[in-house]
C-alpha cells in the first residue's frame, strides 16, 4: 500500500488557540465559540446529534398524526386539533394537511435526521478520533456544514407554518404537481420554502462531505495506513463520496424545478391543462426531474445504510470480542456497494414507460446490489460465530440492525426485478421495504453508534436497563408494524392513500391499519423513552471511571475520557496494528489496542 | 389542558423509569458487577430466543389473519406469469430468511459470554467468501433470467387486433375513450381541452373524433380473451394506471404517451363468482401521488363477453354527437392529412 502518512505532530489547522494549550482551552474559550460556533468537531457532532434528535421527534410524530388517520379514518381526535389548529378540525385531518405530513415525514427523516443527523453526527465525531487527527482538514468549513444545515431546518420549520401549508407532494416531489401552485395548496410558498431549504442541506452535506473525505485522506496519524481504518471510517468516507458525487446533480433538478416555478420555463413541463386553462409550456419532460432526482435519491439510501453498517460491523466486533470477519471483503463489498449505487437509480421508474431495454440493464445492476450486501451480511454472522458475546444495548440494536437489513434487503429482491415490480411498485410493499431496510435498519445501526459512543461524547453511560426496553419494544414493534404491510402491498394496496373505505379491494384492510397505527403509537414513545435517557443521561448518567470501558483497539479510546479540543494531550499515538486485534495481549486482556507495537516475531494482519 | 397533563404524565412515568433503571444499576454495582452483568446477560440470550420463537410464530398467525383477504389469481395472462414469478421468488428470499434469521439469533444465544469462554481469533477465510459471493450471484442470475423474460414479455408490442381504448387522468378521476367504429382514436389536443364541452380537446376537424366515444365516470369496458392496448396520457400532472387483479401499472404523464397491453382472463361475473363476492369489482387506482384527491381516483373495469360489450357499445354515444350536435365541422379537404396526423398519434410510443 502505497498511502500518505502524515508525520506527526498534527497541527490544528489555524484555531484561534495554539495547539500548546490544548487540554486547557477550555478555560478561555467564550461558550458561544465553545458551544455555539465551535469549530470543535466532537461539538460540531453533538450539534448535528441533538438537532437530528429535534427533528427525528418531530418526523415521528407526524407518522402518529397521519397513522390516526389510516388506522381510524371514520373517527375523530380532537388532541389533533390542539397541534395542528385548523389542518384537523374538529379532530379530523383535512386530505391536504394529510399529504403535507406525509411528504414532511419522508423529508425530514430522510435528509434532516438520517442522512445529516447519522452521518453528520458520526462522521463528525468518529472520523478524527479514530484515524488520529486533532480535528478536520477543515474546522470552519465542518462548522459552515452544521449552520447550513441549521439554516436549511430553519426554512423547513418556518414552511410548517405558512397558510398553504408545507410541501405535499411526497417526498419526492415530483413535478408537475410540485411545479404549478393550482395543483395542489402545498405547491405554493410551502413548496418554495421546502426548494431553499433542501439547496441549503445540499450545500451543507457537500461542506461536511468534503471535509470527511479530505481527513480520511490525508490527516490519518503516523503508521494509520488505509487498511488499518476501522470498518466505521471506510463506511463514512464511502458515503461521503457518495455525497459529494450525487447532491449536485440533485441540486441541478432543484434548480430547474424553480425555474419552472417562477420564471417560466418548461424543463418538466408539458400540455398542461389545469385550473381551467391550458399552460403554454410545451416540450418539457417531466420524466427528467425523476431522473435527476433518482440520481442523488438511490445513492441516498446508501448515504443512510453506509453509517449504519460501518457502526453495526464495528459493535458486533467489539462485543463479541472478535475481529470482524473478513475485513476486506467488507471494503470490498462496500466499494461495490458504492460504485453499484450510482448505476440502479432507474429502477424507481420501471412505470413510467421507459425503455424496456433500457429497464434490462437495470433490473441486472439491481439485483447486482445484493451480491456485496449478501457479503456482508454473512460476515456480520460469521463474526458472532464462537464469539463471547456481551449484550449490551449497542450490540442489541446491532444485532437488530442486521436483522432488519437481511429482512428489508431480501424484499429488494422483489421491487428490484421490474417484472414483479409493475405490481408491487407504489404499494405498501414498497413502503414496507424501505422502511425496513432504510429506516429501521438505519435507526438500529444509529442506536448502536450512539449507545456505543456516548460515553466518548459525554463522559457518561446511557441508562441500561432504559436501553434494553427501548431496544425490545423498538425491535418488536418495528417487526408488527412493518411485517403485515407487505401482505398489504402484496394485495395491491397503493401507498399515500388517505381514506382507503371507499375501495372494494383495499377496505378489507382497514382492521390491520388500527393494529399498525396502535404499534407505532407505542413505538413512538418508546422513542421519547430514549430521548429522555438520552438527555438525561448527559447530566445525570453514570460516569466513565476508566479510558476505555468497551475494551476497544481502536484510537477514539486513547484519548482522555473528556477529551479537549484537540483530542489527544501530547503527541498524538502511533498505530501499528490493524484495528481488530481481538485476541490476548499476554497481561489478561483480550485485546490489543492500535497503538501497541508489533511483539517480536508477530505479524500483522 | 387534557393533553397538557398527558405529557406531564408521560414524563412521570419516564423519570419513575430512570430512577428505577438506574437505581438497579447502582445496586448491581454494589451487589457485585461481575456477577449481575453475567445475570443480565443471560436474561438478554433468553429474550432474544424468545423474541424468535415469538416472531415465528406471529409470522404463521399473520398469514392466516390475511389468508382470504389477498388477490384472486391473475385476471390477465400476463399477470399469471407474475403470480408464479412471485412464487418463486418468495421461495427462494424465504429460504434465505429463514436461515440467515435463525443463524443470528442461534448465534447470539449460543455464543454469549460466559466465565469460561474466549473467542475464537477468526479473522478470515478467503474460501468462504468466495462461496458466498457466487451462490448469491448464482441465485440473482436466476432471478434476473426469469424476471427479463416476464418483463419483456409484459413490455412487447401489443397484437395488431388488440382493442384500443385511451386511458386520461386528471385531478381526480379517469376519463376512458373508446375509438368507436372506425377502431381509430381521433387527434387531440390539450389547447382545446373545454371542461364543458370538449373534456378531451379532441380536435373536430379530424373526421376520426366522430365516432369516439368517452367515459366520464372512468367505467373501463373490456372484452374477455381479447387483447387490449391502453393508450394513457394525462391532462394535468401525472397519474399511474393501477390494475391490481391485472398485475398491471402505467404511469399517465402529460406530454407523453404510454402504453400497456393485456388480455382479461375473466369476466367480472366470472370473477364474482370465483371470489364469493357479489360485490366484488376490479378497480383502477390512481398510484401516482396526485394531489389531494389522489385518494379517491378511482375507475372500474368491466370485463364482458364479446356479446355483452357489442351490446352496451351500440348504447353509446359518441362524445361528439352528445356535445356538437348542431354545429357541423368545417370538414372537406382536411380531412385527408388528418387522418394520417391521427394515426401517428395512436402509434407514438
Request: aromatic share 16%; hydrophobic share 45%; net charge neutral.
Amino acid at each position: 500500500m502505497s498511502t500518505v502518512i502524515i508525520d506527526g505532530p498534527n497541527v490544528t489547522q489555524g484555531i484561534q488557540t495554539g495547539t500548546e494549550h490544548h487540554g486547557h482551552e477550555h478555560h478561555e474559550q467564550h461558550f458561544i465559540w465553545k458551544y455555539i460556533f465551535s469549530q470543535d468537531h466532537k461539538v460540531i457532532g453533538r450539534q448535528f446529534l441533538v438537532t437530528g434528535i429535534i427533528w427525528a421527534i418531530i418526523g415521528a410524530l407526524f407518522s402518529v398524526f397521519f397513522r390516526l388517520q389510516l388506522g381510524f379514518p371514520d373517527q375523530t381526535f380532537p388532541i389533533m386539533e390542539k397541534f395542528l389548529g385548523d389542518w384537523a378540525k374538529g379532530g379530523k385531518l383535512s386530505p391536504e394537511f394529510y399529504y403535507g405530513l406525509v411528504t414532511m415525514h419522508g423529508t425530514i427523516l430522510v435528509f434532516f435526521v438520517l442522512t445529516a443527523g447519522l452521518s453528520g453526527t458520526f462522521a463528525n465525531i468518529l472520523i478524527p478520533l479514530q484515524v488520529g487527527a486533532r480535528d478536520m482538514a477543515s474546522p470552519f468549513m465542518n462548522m459552515l456544514s452544521y449552520w447550513f444545515f441549521f439554516a436549511a431546518s430553519i426554512f423547513m420549520f418556518v414552511s410548517l407554518f405558512v397558510q398553504t401549508g408545507p410541501a405535499s407532494g411526497g417526498w419526492t416531489t415530483y413535478p408537475p404537481l410540485s411545479a404549478l401552485k393550482e395543483a395542489s395548496l402545498g405547491s405554493g410558498v410551502g413548496m418554495d420554502l421546502w426548494l431553499i431549504s433542501m439547496s441549503l442541506f445540499v450545500v451543507s452535506s457537500l461542506l461536511g462531505g468534503l471535509n470527511y473525505v479530505s481527513t480520511v485522506l490525508n490527516m490519518r496519524t503516523k503508521g494509520m495506513t488505509m487498511t488499518r481504518m476501522p470498518l466505521t471510517i471506510w463506511a463514512l468516507f464511502f458515503t461521503a463520496v457518495l455525497g459529494i458525487l450525487s447532491f449536485p446533480v440533485l441540486f441541478s433538478g432543484f434548480v430547474l424545478l424553480i425555474f419552472d416555478r417562477n420564471f417560466g420555463t418548461s424543463f418538466y413541463l408539458s400540455e398542461i391543462f389545469i385550473g381551467g386553462k391550458a399552460l403554454p409550456h410545451i416540450g418539457g419532460s417531466a420524466i427528467l426531474y425523476q431522473h435527476l432526482f433518482w440520481f442523488l435519491g438511490h445513492p441516498e439510501v446508501y448515504i443512510i445504510m453506509l453509517p449504519g453498517m460501518g457502526m453495526a460491523s464495528e459493535v458486533l466486533s467489539n462485543h463479541s470480542r472478535k475481529p470482524i470477519f473478513g475485513y476486506f471483503a467488507m471494503i470490498i463489498s462496500l466499494v461495490g456497494i458504492t460504485v453499484l449505487a450510482f448505476l440502479v437509480w432507474a429502477h424507481h421508474m420501471f412505470v413510467t414507460g421507459m425503455s424496456p431495454f433500457l429497464g434490462s440493464i437495470f433490473v441486472l445492476l439491481t439485483l447486482l446490489i445484493a451480491v456485496p450486501s449478501a457479503v456482508k451480511v454473512f460476515n456480520w454472522l460469521t463474526t458472532m460465530w464462537r464469539g463471547n458475546i456481551r449484550f449490551t444495548v449497542a450490540m442489541l440494536f446491532a444485532i437488530g440492525f442486521v436483522s432488519m437489513f437481511i429482512s428489508g434487503g431480501l424484499t429488494g429482491i422483489f421491487l428490484g426485478n421490474s417484472a414483479l415490480d409493475i405490481h408491487l411498485h407504489d404499494t405498501y410493499f414498497v413502503v414496507a421495504h424501505f422502511h425496513i431496510v432504510m429506516g429501521v435498519s438505519a435507526f438500529m445501526g444509529m442506536f448502536a453508534g450512539i449507545y456505543h459512543w456516548f460515553p466518548k461524547m459525554f463522559g457518561r453511560f446511557m441508562n441500561n436497563t432504559l436501553g434494553y426496553i427501548h431496544f425490545f419494544i423498538t425491535f418488536a414493534g418495528a417487526y408488527l408494524i412493518f411485517w403485515p404491510m407487505h401482505y398489504e402491498g402484496i394485495a395491491g394496496m397503493p401507498r399515500r392513500y388517505y381514506d382507503y373505505s371507499a375501495w372494494e379491494s383495499y377496505k378489507q384492510f382497514i382492521s390491520m391499519n388500527g393494529f399498525i397505527s396502535i404499534v407505532a403509537i407505542i413505538v413512538f414513545f418508546a422513542q421519547l423513552l430514549f430521548v429522555y435517557n438520552f438527555f438525561v443521561s448527559i447530566w445525570r448518567g453514570r460516569k466513565v471511571t476508566v479510558q476505555n470501558p468497551w475494551g476497544s483497539p481502536t484510537l477514539e479510546w486513547t484519548t482522555p475520557i473528556k477529551p479537549g479540543h484537540g483530542n489527544w494531550e501530547g503527541e498524538i499515538p502511533e498505530v501499528y496494528r490493524w484495528p481488530y486485534d481481538y485476541k490476548d495481549d499476554g497481561n489478561g486482556n483480550d485485546f490489543i489496542p492500535q497503538t501497541t507495537p508489533l511483539r517480536p516475531g508477530e505479524e500483522s494482519h | 389542558m387534557s393533553g397538557f397533563i398527558t405529557i406531564v404524565l408521560i414524563l412521570l412515568v419516564f423519570i419513575i423509569i430512570y430512577q428505577i433503571g438506574k437505581a438497579g444499576e447502582y445496586a448491581a454495582v454494589l451487589r457485585e458487577e461481575a456477577k449481575s452483568k453475567a445475570a443480565t446477560n443471560r436474561t438478554i440470550a433468553w429474550l432474544l430466543v424468545a423474541f424468535f420463537i415469538l416472531g415465528m410464530y406471529g409470522i404463521w398467525k399473520c398469514n392466516q389473519l390475511f389468508e382470504g383477504k389477498m388477490l384472486p389469481p391473475s385476471a390477465s395472462e400476463q399477470g399469471v406469469n407474475y403470480d408464479s414469478m412471485f412464487t418463486v421468488t418468495l421461495i427462494v428470499t424465504g429460504i434465505v430468511f429463514f436461515a440467515t434469521q435463525a443463524v443470528l439469533f442461534w448465534f447470539a444465544f449460543r455464543y454469549q459470554s460466559t466465565e469460561k469462554r474466549t473467542a475464537f481469533y477468526y479473522p478470515h477465510n478467503n474460501k468462504l467468501e468466495i462461496i458466498w459471493t457466487t451462490v448469491p450471484a448464482i441465485a440473482m442470475a436466476a432471478l434476473v433470467a426469469i424476471g427479463l423474460r416476464n418483463w419483456l414479455n409484459v413490455t412487447s408490442d401489443a397484437p395488431k387486433d388488440a382493442n384500443i381504448v385511451e386511458v386520461v387522468g386528471k385531478q381526480f378521476n379517469w376519463l376512458i375513450r373508446y375509438p368507436g367504429k372506425d377502431g381509430v382514436l381521433g387527434k387531440r389536443d390539450f389547447r382545446k381541452i373545454n371542461d364543458a364541452t370538449n373534456i378531451l380537446g379532441l380536435d373536430w376537424n379530424d373526421k376520426d373524433n366522430m365516432d369516439d366515444i368517452i367515459a366520464q365516470n372512468g367505467e373501463l369496458h373490456l372484452v374477455v380473451n381479447k387483447p387490449v392496448k391502453l393508450i394513457i396520457g394525462s391532462r394535468d400532472v401525472i397519474h399511474d394506471v393501477g390494475l391490481p387483479h391485472f398485475r398491471m401499472k402505467m404511469d399517465a404523464v402529460p406530454g407523453i404517451v404510454t402504453t400497456m397491453w393485456f388480455t382479461p382472463r375473466f369476466t367480472t361475473t366470472q370473477m364474482k363468482e370465483m371470489t364469493h363476492n357479489p360485490d366484488f369489482v376490479y378497480e383502477i387506482s390512481c398510484d401516482q401521488m396526485c394531489g389531494k384527491g389522489h385518494y379517491s381516483m378511482r375507475g372500474t373495469v368491466i370485463v364482458e363477453t364479446q356479446a355483452e360489450y357489442d351490446a352496451w357499445m351500440a348504447k353509446q354515444q359518441s362524445y361528439y354527437a352528445m356535445n356538437n350536435a348542431p354545429a357541423a365541422p368545417a370538414a372537406g379537404a382536411e380531412q385527408q392529412e388528418q387522418k394520417t396526423d391521427s394515426v401517428k398519434a395512436v402509434t407514438m410510443k
